[in-house]
């Protein structure tokens, strides 16, 4: 069974760098195809798509926040880490770490989707 | 960038109702399109996967359609417990995922 859980701050302050980490089980970074993605919800608003790690280290960020964020592994530890620098109230939201499942279907195509999902953690940007 | 639209925004219907939701990208994405629903208060959890796929767990009510650029996400006999925000979200560019904006629907 794959589980996933976010953590960090609840409450960080204007221009601040936020660090959050997922910490997860039932599956490991090293295997070959996995990834962990990072997703975000403004209160009341829709999901978007923030970063992603792959199993070789490889990365993907969001172009409209690329320069702004940082996604990191620690294979012996389960961990994934998300840092966002420069933080303004309008990245207030919930935060949620997933689990990147892979299939190769048919004719050879791999498809992806995010499956399972933490319980995301609320961040507040506030002075 | 891919973006998603998603069309109506929200809708209502009665119980055992048929419902339709649409996503369109801008541009071809093939099948690599993913449906999640998601309930107040709780993580999205996936309905369906590579346009046209059932999740294991997922009531056969739903069904999705679509190639391209244009996509739908069918449930057949609305049910109370399916009040909840769905999304599209496509996997096209390797790693790049964008989602679409959301379609609220309300159980009359």
């Known amino acids: 069974q794959i589980t996933l859980k976010e953590s960090g701050p609840t409450l960080v302050k204007p221009t601040q760098t936020l660090t959050l980490t997922c910490t997860f089980s039932?599956?490991?970074?090293?295997?070959?195809?996995?990834?962990v993605g990072w997703i975000r919800q403004p209160p009341g608003k829709a999901l978007e798509w923030l970063a992603l790690?792959?199993?070789?280290?490889?990365?993907r960020y969001s172009p409209s926040l690329k320069t702004r964020l940082t996604i990191t592994k620690d294979t012996s530890k389960n961990q994934v880490v998300l840092a966002m620098t420069n933080l303004d109230p309008l990245d207030t939201g919930t935060y949620y770490c997933?689990?990147?499942?892979?299939?190769?279907?048919?004719?050879?195509?791999?498809?992806?989707?995010?499956?399972?999902w933490g319980q995301g953690t609320l961040v507040t940007v506030s002075s | 960038d891919i973006q998603m639209t998603q069309s109506p925004s929200s809708v209502s219907a009665s119980v055992g109702d048929r419902v339709t939701i649409t996503c369109r990208a801008s541009?071809?994405?093939?099948?690599?399109l993913n449906w999640y629903q998601q309930k107040p208060g709780e993580a999205p959890k996936v309905l369906i996967y590579?346009?046209?796929n059932l999740q294991s767990g997922v009531p056969s009510r739903f069904s999705g359609s679509g190639s391209g650029s244009d996509f739908t996400l069918t449930i057949s006999s609305l049910q109370p417990e399916d009040s909840a925000t769905y999304y599209c979200?496509?996997?096209?560019?390797?790693?790049?995922?964008?989602f679409g904006q959301g379609t609220k629907l309300e159980i009359k």
């Open positions: 541009q071809k994405i093939s099948r690599y």
């Open positions: 039932g599956f490991s970074l090293t295997t070959n195809g996995v990834g």
């Open positions: 590579a346009a046209s």
């Open positions: 997933a689990h990147r499942q892979l299939q190769r279907m048919r004719g050879g195509v791999n498809y992806s989707w995010f499956d399972p």
């Open positions: 790690i792959y199993w070789d280290d490889d990365k």
């Open positions: 979200q496509q996997s096209f560019n390797s790693g790049m995922y964008s």
